[in-house]
């Protein structure tokens, strides 16, 4: 992995109430696309029978570069053997999985509601992500937890180790 980059375990586990064309309800094929930048695209596999309420719970796994501000997570429906239906993006705020309170391999279980070409609502995906470090060398390692750079949202200046809030102090 590239130096800049973290690596994100997504897990695309359902879609709920989608639609075609605000109209009529998806009937089959359902897949997922889940895009960090244009050279960053990973797909599930078709769902072939879910319909409007399709499940795939699979895992995807994503390179993230730090200064990614959003993840867009796609749904589309194979209408032909040449040709896709977009059904609606979920646009993800990094911030939402990110932070300096998260130790790395924390599970963030998520639902988003998904808007359409015209920016109507045309359903939700539930997901999971799971954050790591795409350098194990750069990140300290505590126990179990790990903990990534991250800026400090007191000082606004990046912390490499974490940042102490308080300190258990035992009287005789």
């Known amino acids: ?8 375990e997504i897990t695309i586990i359902s879609c709920e109430g989608l639609r075609i064309n605000r109209q009529k309800s998806v009937k089959r094929n359902t897949f997922v696309t889940v895009q960090t930048d244009a050279q960053n695209v990973n797909t599930t596999q078709l769902d072939i029978k879910g319909g409007s309420y399709p499940a795939w719970n699979e895992k995807l796994y994503v390179r993230m570069p730090m200064h990614l501000h959003f993840l867009h997570i ?3 429906c194979k209408v032909s053997s040449n040709g896709n239906k977009f059904i609606g993006r979920a646009k993800i705020p990094v911030t939402d999985f990110t932070g300096a309170y998260y130790p790395e391999n924390y599970l963030h279980i ?63």
């Open 110 to 172: 998520l639902s988003y509601r998904l808007r359409d070409e015209y920016g109507e609502r045309n359903g939700i995906i539930n997901f999971s992500v799971r954050m790591r470090a795409s350098d194990p060398t750069n990140v300290p390692n505590y126990g179990h937890y790990q903990l990534p750079r991250r800026i400090s949202p007191m000082a606004g200046e990046v912390c490499n180790y974490g940042m102490v809030t308080g300190v258990p102090v035992w009287n005789s």
């Open 1 to 8: 992995m590239d130096q800049g980059c973290y690596s994100l």
């Open 74 to 76: 796609d749904v589309q």
